[in-house]
């Protein structure tokens, strides 16, 4: 199975702050890189996908770069509903997995 | 809009099984892919199963393959997860997904899940 390592797995940010997320793939997963944020007791909402096309509806200061096996994930101006859980996933294998998460805090 | 509400979970003692239900509106079932991820408490998310949407493909988790089955019943617009010789370790939040595949061309075939549903807990303990 492709194994997905995130860095940091926490960060300690303030309000306007850039901040960047990383994600590496244990082999390439080429495009097929998504990040979802996830809010404490909520279901995970589709933030990136194919490494850097903005879902609809999420705000342009998030921002996905990246191919094949390192990816990064970035908030321009970090904002008080950012405040959250991370996750990547890769959808290169039939056999999916994600990113242990990172966890953005104040 | 699209909805999917998962149903099914509760607690179960361990070796027991358990059906859990996702009900789903808004969008034609029958022409996407199907997935269930689940959370432990406290930890990440971990993808357990997917299906195709004739069934002519499912994938599985190592760790659930062969005690799990995936399912749906298309003209119901309904997915299942059948989970038996339930373990602590499958203790978790289960969640219902619809897969989406990028169809521009740019980025043609990848796959990504767009919409969840609120989850259904399942608790395996004796």
């Known amino acids: 199975d492709i194994q997905m390592t995130q860095s940091p797995s926490s960060l300690s940010a303030s309000v306007g702050d850039r901040v960047t997320i990383t994600c590496r793939a244990s082999?390439?997963?080429?495009?097929?890189l998504n990040w979802y944020q996830q809010k404490p007791g909520k279901a995970p909402k589709l933030l990136i996908f194919?490494?850097?096309r903005l879902q609809s509806g999420v705000p342009s200061r998030f921002s996905g770069s990246g191919s094949g096996t390192d990816f990064t994930l970035t908030i321009s101006s970090l904002q008080p509903e950012d405040f959250a859980t991370y996750y990547c996933q890769q959808s290169y294998s039939s056999f999916l997995t994600f990113g242990g998460g990172t966890k953005v805090e104040i | 809009e699209v909805q999917l509400v998962e149903s099914g979970g509760g607690l179960v003692q361990p070796g027991g099984s358990l059906r859990l239900s996702c009900a789903v509106s808004g969008f034609t079932f029958s022409n996407y892919w199907m997935t269930w991820v689940r959370q432990a408490p406290g930890k990440g998310l971990e993808w357990v199963a997917n299906?195709?949407?004739?069934?002519?493909?499912?994938y599985y988790v190592d760790s659930v393959r062969g005690r799990f089955t995936i399912s749906r019943n298309n003209a119901k617009n309904s997915l299942y997860l059948q989970m038996s010789s339930l373990r602590a370790g499958d203790t978790a939040v289960y969640y219902c997904?619809?897969?989406?595949?990028?169809?521009?061309?740019?980025?043609?075939?990848?796959?990504?899940?767009?919409?969840w549903g609120q989850g259904t807990l399942v608790t395996v303990s004796s």
């Open positions: 299906i195709k949407p004739d069934e002519t493909e499912k």
């Open positions: 082999q390439t997963v080429s495009s097929y």
């Open positions: 194919a490494a850097f």
């Open positions: 997904v619809r897969v989406e595949y990028c169809l521009s061309t740019s980025c043609y075939g990848i796959n990504y899940f767009d919409y």
